[in-house]
């Protein structure tokens, strides 16, 4: 009973060595959506299956909090809205149902993060164009692999073949860059220009 359990394990932990090299990534998105978010940017998220799930808790975790108190962020994932997902659906096909919703919310300079352990998800490559079209920064959490991370302007590829290992080093993902955006929060909203706008940094 224990053989299942070991090779999950094994390939997390085979997986979490060389995931070790996302950590600048991680600490410069965390900056980076600080800055946007604190002074009044929106993030958008997005991802299907378990990705969804995941794009959910991302979001929950910037409108909420992950640890310590502080200001509620604008943080919109395009996954729970049955109503505007099924009608999106419907009438413009499935592959629409978060590029209509980054064209209604997204604004020029926000940020969308497209989590897929594929990297193939026509509907989330949909979304990046629309993104992109609406001047939106567009960054991927994908697996090793797929066009997703390309078409992005940037990408951290978790490095496994496995589909479970990739959500779950994404969970780690998003934990992380929280961690880095509220150890950056504080700067930001003490700066003297605090309410002007500035381009994500990345």
């Known amino acids: ?23 600048e990534r991680l600490s410069r998105w965390g900056a980076g959506l600080a800055w946007h978010l604190g002074q009044g940017g929106r993030l958008l998220v997005a991802g299907n299956g378990g990705s969804a799930a995941e794009a959910q808790h991302l979001a929950a975790e910037l409108v909420g909090r992950l640890r310590d108190e502080r200001r509620p962020l604008s943080a919109i994932a395009l996954t729970p809205d049955s109503s505007t997902v099924t009608a ?5 096909g499935f592959d629409e149902v978060f590029a209509r919703q980054v064209r209604a919310h997204g604004r020029p300079g926000d ?9 193939r998800s026509p509907n989330l490559l949909a979304a990046v164009r629309a993104a992109k079209e609406c001047g939106l920064r567009t960054w991927a959490m994908t697996g090793p692999d797929g066009p997703l991370a390309d078409a992005c ?5 978790c490095p496994s073949p496995e589909s479970q290992v990739v959500q779950e080093l994404h969970l780690v993902a998003v934990h992380l860059m929280c961690e880095y955006l509220d150890q950056a929060l504080p700067a930001v909203l003490a700066a003297p220009f605090a309410d002007l706008k500035v381009e994500v940094g990345v």
Do not use: K, Q
């Open 153 to 157: 302007d940037e990408a951290l590829r």
């Open 111 to 119: 940020v969308l993060i497209a989590l897929s352990t594929s990297g």
């Open 88 to 92: 999106i659906g419907n009438d413009y």
């Open 1 to 23: 009973m224990a053989a299942l359990t070991d090779a999950h394990l094994t390939a997390l932990a085979a997986a979490i060595i060389p995931f070790r090299a996302e950590a």
